[in-house]
Structure formats: structure tokens, C-alpha cells
């Protein structure tokens, strides 16, 4: 079995039944794949929708109610709410015999088998993870994790939480669970969860290829990461045949109606889901500075780039 985790509330289930629908379509063996939501308040109704997401291929979910009592009083700014942390929780709320996981974000598309990841050799690290270009190479990121987490990201590797591969049982042996915690307690992070676990993880956690994180600056193909002939190798290539589509950041496929070349990937796979039905666009409260043009004229000129290799 392939265990896959989830953490949603309310407001993102319809984007957890997306997420799966996207996982469950690019699977040989769809019985294989083991759900685990963390429930951070999902109305009864949605919770049939995302089992009959599961069902509908005979692949199985549990739900796995969240409390977050330990997580009262962390950190959280913009879209961020307190169940991003669940994730640091996961060898505590999971069985035992859960040894091994796939974290993943809702807010992404997946494009390839989990399978490949599953099989992925951690070389003896408790994490896989696919490094954040987007922060790693942005001159004042750099200058602010260097203060908050004293170390040079861009020298020493930072990764993006948004999917993550993990050995729980070395979790489990190494407390590493309550360890972030501690560090979640004494820190207001920028960037929350994600800063913790690369501060506690520092040189102790695999690197995966581009193609299995491939956040906005990655997919398109910003200038700041081509300057770097390292990274733009990197990204060009994970671009050719990328394995996950994130969307992390802002500006979310669902605020916008269908946009061919921006989130055309989300529609197609909403409507494998009981939630095609759902009244759309579905913009947030604070759409200032949101365009889904503007992500489109991205994805045409990272195209173009594209080309040119």
C-alpha cells in the first residue's frame, strides 16, 4: 500500500477531492493508494464526497480527526491557517505500522504514477523533499532566512514543505515531531512550518528531482532562476516532464473561471470528482493583485524559453 496524506479543513475539501482524483487518474493501481486525511473540521456532506472520490476506484481513506490542541497560538499569517502544521504531527496521529508517507499539499495537480516517488531511496534521511528555487534564489529571502535560520539557503539547500516523503519511524525514534514543536513555540517563522522543518532538517533530508514540487517560479520559469545555469538546467528539465503541478503562493487555479494555460489542469480534474457541480470561480476574500491573465501570458512566455533548449 502507498500511504498518502492529506490535511484539510472545511474550505479545501473540494481541493483535497481534486488533489486525489488528479493521483488516483495517473496510477496503474489505484487499490494500492491509501488515504489519510487530517480533519481539521470537514462538514459531513464533503466527507462523502472525497470517500466517494476514493471509492469510485476502490482505493481507501480514513479520516483522521484533528484537535490541534498542541498547536494553539502558532504563527500564521496571509492564507495560512493552523492546519498547515498538522503535517509536524503525523507520527503521532498515524498507527504505528504507518512507517512510511507521502505528504502533499491539496492546492497541486499530479501528473505521474506516486509510485516512483514511493520507491525513492532516502539514503538513510528521516525526509525527502524537492528544494524551493523560488526562495533559494530570491537576494532578499536569502538575507531574511539567513537571520531567522542562520544559515545560507542558497549554499546549504532549502526545500518547499508542500511535498514530502517521509520515514516516520525514524520520526518516531527521534521525536522529531515534538522537536519542530519546540522550534514552532520559540519562532514566528515567515514562512511557518516550512522554515522548522528546514532549520531542524539542515543537511539531514534527501533531495527529490524538480519534477515532483514544481512551485510557480519553477513552472514558470522565472528570470531570477534562469540567471543560475545550475537551476535553469534544472527547472528546464523538470518543465519537459513535470510530475507535480503546485500551486503554491497566492493566486489559486479556483479563484478564476476556466483559463486555458493556466488552470485548465484544475477543471479537468474537478470533474472527476462529486464536486463538479460546484458553483465556480470560487475567488477569496482579498483578490488585489490577482490575475489569472497574468499567469497565462507566464505559462506562454516560460513556454517560448522552453523552446529555445
Known amino acids: 500500500?502507498?500511504?498518502?496524506?492529506?490535511?484539510?479543513?472545511?474550505?479545501?475539501?473540494?481541493?483535497?477531492?481534486?488533489?486525489?482524483?488528479?493521483?488516483?487518474?495517473?496510477?496503474?493501481?489505484?487499490?494500492?493508494?491509501?488515504?489519510?486525511?487530517?480533519?481539521?473540521?470537514?462538514?459531513?456532506?464533503?466527507?462523502?464526497?472525497?470517500?466517494?472520490?476514493?471509492?469510485?476506484?476502490?482505493?481507501?481513506?480514513?479520516?483522521?480527526?484533528?484537535?490541534?490542541?498542541?498547536?494553539?497560538?502558532?504563527?500564521?499569517?496571509?492564507?495560512?491557517?493552523?492546519?498547515?502544521?498538522?503535517?509536524?504531527?503525523?507520527?503521532?496521529?498515524?498507527?504505528i505500522t504507518i512507517t512510511r508517507v507521502i505528504y502533499l499539499d491539496v492546492d497541486l495537480i499530479v501528473l505521474d504514477d506516486l509510485a516512483k516517488m514511493w520507491q525513492t531511496n532516502l539514503s538513510g534521511k528521516p525526509l525527502g523533499a524537492v528544494l524551493d528555487l523560488g526562495l533559494m534564489t530570491s537576494v532578499r529571502t536569502q538575507k531574511q532566512k539567513q537571520e531567522s535560520l542562520d544559515f545560507d539557503i542558497l549554499q546549504e539547500g532549502y526545500f518547499n514543505s508542500g511535498v514530502l516523503l517521509m520515514d516516520l519511524g525514524q520520526w518516531r525514534e527521534a521525536g522529531y515531531g515534538e522537536a519542530l514543536l519546540k522550534l514552532i513555540a520559540a519562532n514566528s517563522y515567515r514562512h511557518h512550518d516550512q522554515d522548522a522543518l528546514n532549520k531542524l532538517f539542515l543537511h539531514n533530508w534527501q533531495v527529490l528531482p524538480l519534477r515532483w514540487n514544481m512551485i510557480p517560479p519553477v513552472s514558470y520559469l522565472f528570470a531570477k532562476i534562469l540567471k543560475s545555469k545550475k537551476y535553469r538546467v534544472m527547472a528546464i528539465e523538470a518543465n519537459k516532464n513535470p510530475a507535480i503541478i503546485h500551486f503554491a503562493g497566492r493566486t489559486k487555479p479556483w479563484e478564476f473561471p476556466l483559463t486555458k494555460g493556466y488552470n485548465d489542469l484544475y477543471y479537468e480534474y474537478l470533474a472527476l470528482t462529486p464536486f463538479a457541480e460546484a458553483k465556480m470561480p470560487q475567488p477569496s476574500k482579498d483578490m488585489k493583485g490577482k490575475s489569472a491573465w497574468r499567469q497565462q501570458m507566464r505559462g506562454k512566455l516560460a513556454q517560448l524559453v522552453l523552446k529555445r533548449f
Open 1 to 95: 500500500m502507498i500511504n498518502i496524506v492529506l490535511s484539510t479543513d472545511d474550505n479545501y475539501a473540494q481541493h483535497a477531492a481534486v488533489a486525489m482524483a488528479s493521483i488516483l487518474k495517473h496510477t496503474s493501481c489505484p487499490q494500492d493508494m491509501r488515504f489519510f486525511i487530517l480533519d481539521s473540521g470537514i462538514s459531513e456532506p464533503k466527507q462523502k464526497k472525497l470517500e466517494q472520490t476514493a471509492e469510485a476506484v476502490h482505493a481507501t481513506l480514513t479520516f483522521v480527526p484533528m484537535k490541534a490542541i498542541k498547536l494553539e497560538g502558532a504563527f500564521v499569517s496571509g492564507h495560512l491557517s493552523v492546519a498547515a502544521y498538522n503535517r509536524l504531527l503525523l507520527a503521532e496521529l498515524l498507527p
